[in-house]
């Protein structure tokens, strides 16, 4: 069994049963880990007669809108002034709240973050970091444990959803036996393995296929590393938005490369050009040093960070960046 953070996890607990009124926070643009264990934690505080308002800067995407209590989830506009603690779930650093947080009403809040990410800048007044979990899900399930409270039903399905997203479908470099140990405690309180896969992994929109029609035509490998950009042009063509590229599993499974990256063309709150960086490495290799010195964050096998600036300046140096970080853990094996 994983060796927990006992004093982080004890003091998680004794905030959870001390407090009444919480608000409860997961990462901007939310993928199933940020969804899953946002609700699941909204269901272990309800059940221990708590009040808890659930909140996302950019909502819950299409696909997730399956799981229970994805309908409970407000934008900034449904938070309100004043909690008793606020818990932030998978979110490395105090940007990855976005605008569901503001200073100046919630700085006087209990902290509270919930996380499993390695580039973790511990922000909160209690930090549980486990980097050794591959998904907030898995700690859900310990901290449900402890709390005495059952994992049977919602709380099963939303955990697995993020276990199963984390990991694609446990197949990650991470994917120890605890996981799979959390894993099957979920199946045995009623979570459906196929029906969550179905309803995440195997389920994107043709218009995802066009866009990769779009982009792979561009798709560019030197020194092991494999890049793909996407041009605001390109989505357009393909009618998609970035939210449907979805490319990184299909990179990271291309035999000739070691590291793996998407860059995509965004604009910032002020216009400003900025692009959205995505890595992914092989066991073996590491990319969340380079999204962390990049102003980002993530896990050893995938990563991302935002820059200034347009694809054809931003990208060459970034790619300069991975294939020289690749060399240096090759011959460091
Ligand atoms: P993605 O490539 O978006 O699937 O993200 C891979 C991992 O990197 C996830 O664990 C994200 O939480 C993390 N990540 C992605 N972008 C950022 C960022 N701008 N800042 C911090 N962490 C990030
Ligand atoms: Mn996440
Ligand atoms: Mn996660």
């Not at 310990?142 to 099963?156: E, I, K």
């Not at 890595?279 to 962390?292: E, L």
Request: charged share 20%; proline share 5%.
């Amino acid at each position: 069994m994983i060796d927990l953070q006992e004093v982080h996890l004890s003091a998680v607990i004794d905030a959870v049963r001390a407090n009444q009124r919480f608000l409860c926070i997961s990462h901007v643009a939310p993928d199933g880990d940020a969804v899953g264990s946002l609700l699941g934690m909204g269901e272990i505080l309800t059940m221990l007669g708590k009040e808890a308002t659930l909140a996302l800067a950019d909502g819950v995407p299409d696909n997730l809108t399956f799981l229970p209590g994805a309908e409970r989830v407000v934008s900034a506009d449904g938070v309100g002034d004043v909690y008793d603690c606020i818990i932030v779930l998978d979110a490395s650093s105090p940007d990855r709240m976005g605008n569901v947080y503001r200073e100046d009403a919630h700085g006087k809040s209990p902290l509270v973050v919930i996380d499993h990410h390695v580039t973790n800048t511990y922000f909160g007044d209690v930090d549980w970091v486990e980097p050794r979990c591959a998904a907030v899900c898995q700690m859900l399930v310990y901290l449900a444990q402890r709390l005495g409270v059952s994992l049977r039903g919602n709380l099963a399905e939303d955990l697995l959803t993020g276990l199963v997203t984390d990991t694609l479908c446990f197949r990650t470099s991470n994917t120890t036996a605890d996981v799979l140990g959390a894993a099957t405690v979920l199946m045995e309180n009623g979570a459906q393995l196929s029906a969550i896969t179905a309803r995440t992994l195997n389920n994107k929109p043709f218009r995802s296929l066009k866009l990769w029609g779009e982009v792979l035509p561009g798709a560019r490998l030197a020194e092991r590393v494999l890049w793909v950009t996407v041009a605001p042009e390109q989505l357009a063509a393909a009618q998609a938005t970035a939210g449907d590229l979805e490319l990184s599993s299909v990179l990271s499974a291309v035999a000739e490369a070691d590291i793996s990256a998407t860059f995509i063309q965004k604009t910032d709150e002020r216009k400003a050009p900025v692009v959205e960086c995505s890595f992914r490495a092989k066991p073996g290799f590491n990319v969340s040093d380079t999204a962390f010195a990049l102003g980002g964050g993530g896990h050893p096998a995938a990563a991302g960070c935002t820059v200034p600036g347009t694809l054809e300046k931003a990208v060459p140096p970034i790619v300069a960046q991975l294939q020289q970080a690749r060399a240096q853990q090759a011959t460091g094996q």
